[in-house]
């Protein structure tokens, strides 16, 4: 029923950018809360932001706040992770998910959709 699909990781310097993407399909993407997740290897998954229906909002994880910003463009049905000044420890898989609950949570369980997605490798 719906689809995301996440690209833009790849591997990169310490203090480099990187703009991930998330494509949706199969329903509304303007109905919903996007966020985006990552899992370091051996960690569990973090939350790592998410933005509003309408984009006017965002919450992000203390650990990339400053650093990281989350947009998105409905017409497109796009969800974007602007990633500036990466450390070595924002290595991780990203994953870009829907949520569907109305909670103030960001638990994994609040979100029904995930993409398969997107390797973030930075070096020293």
């Known amino acids: 029923q719906v689809q995301l699909v996440e690209s833009g990781g790849g591997l990169v310097q310490a203090g480099a950018s990187l703009r991930l993407s998330c494509a949706a399909s199969?329903?509304?993407?303007?109905?919903?809360?996007m966020g985006w997740f990552r899992q370091a290897p051996g960690k569990e998954l973090e939350f790592v932001g998410c933005i509003t229906r309408s984009g006017r909002s965002t919450y992000y994880a203390d650990s990339v706040k400053g650093r990281f910003t989350i947009s998105r463009d409905n017409a497109k049905n796009t969800v974007y992770l602007q990633m500036n000044n990466l450390k070595p420890e924002d290595t991780a898989v990203y994953y870009c998910?829907?949520?569907?609950?109305?909670?103030?949570?960001?638990?994994?369980?609040?979100?029904?959709?995930w993409g398969q997605g997107t390797q973030v490798t930075v070096s020293s």
């Open positions: 998910a829907r949520k569907f609950t109305s909670s103030t949570y960001y638990d994994r369980r609040e979100f029904d959709y």
């Open positions: 199969g329903d509304t993407f303007n109905s919903y809360t």
